[in-house]
């Protein structure tokens, strides 16, 4: 059974450009859920993804947007970045039942 | 709407003593929660969960934690803590629906 795994691990960009960052779920499980965790903070949620289509979605602006292929790996998009963005994202992946997340790693964004 | 306090930031305590970490939740319908670890740079482990039956719930490295409806708690307990044990600790609610809320956190750092 292969865990969640997320790429690239590390990022460094410029505020104003566009990141996608990448996870694939754990095996059988067919929703993914991403989340902000700034320093010193708890996750907050982003949105999550079931079977392909949004199914939820936190305080988050539309410039945060995501994806789900058919293989139920999932991709997160931000745009025109901020400072502010710079945070540890981490997608969690679950079945359809929702009631244990397994997380990947994270993947540390931070925007200069 | 859910949300969840984690009433002690930090807690410092000497290895082998016991140690209670606090977590408050509020919700209108019936949850589901968590205790999950963090470790420095890593995503999120879960430490244990309570779905429904015994309000005592068993979890890995011998933690458990105790759902108390009425005082809409969920304290994370452990008779006696190791060195490895120093991490952040964050609680989270679930409702069955699309979003996990978490806690801000709790650091418990162990000393020797």
């Known amino acids: 059974e292969t865990g969640v795994t997320q790429s690239p691990t590390h990022l460094i960009k410029t505020r104003g450009q566009q990141v996608t960052l990448r996870c694939s779920s754990q095996?059988?499980?067919?929703?993914v859920s991403w989340y902000q965790q700034a320093l010193g903070q708890g996750p907050q949620f982003i949105f999550q993804?079931?079977?392909?289509?949004?199914?939820g979605r936190g305080n988050f602006p539309p410039r945060f947007s995501g994806l789900q292929f058919p293989n139920y790996s999932s991709e997160l998009n931000v745009n025109a970045l901020e400072l502010d963005d710079s945070a540890l994202y981490l997608c969690?992946?679950?079945?359809?039942?929702?009631?244990?997340?397994?997380f990947g790693q994270g993947t540390r964004l931070t925007v200069v | 709407a859910q949300s969840v306090t984690q009433l002690d930031s930090q807690v410092p305590v000497f290895e082998e003593a016991p140690v209670e970490l606090r977590c408050n939740y509020s919700?209108?319908?019936?949850?589901?929660l968590f205790w999950y670890v963090q470790y420095p740079n890593q995503g999120l482990q879960l430490l244990l969960k309570?779905?429904?039956?015994?309000?005592l719930v068993k979890g890995i490295n011998g933690f458990e934690a105790e759902f108390n409806k009425s005082q809409t708690s969920f304290h994370l307990r452990k008779p006696s803590v190791h060195i490895s044990d120093t991490a952040e600790y964050f609680c989270?609610?679930?409702?069955?629906?699309?979003?996990?809320?978490f806690g801000a956190g709790t650091r418990l750092f162990v000393k020797a």
């Open positions: 919700s209108s319908v019936s949850v589901y």
């Open positions: 095996s059988g499980h067919n929703t």
């Open positions: 309570y779905l429904s039956g015994s309000t």
């Open positions: 969690a992946s679950s079945d359809s039942m929702n009631t244990e997340a397994f």
């Open positions: 989270a609610v679930h409702t069955g629906g699309f979003k996990t809320i």
């Open positions: 993804y079931y079977r392909e289509e949004e199914n």
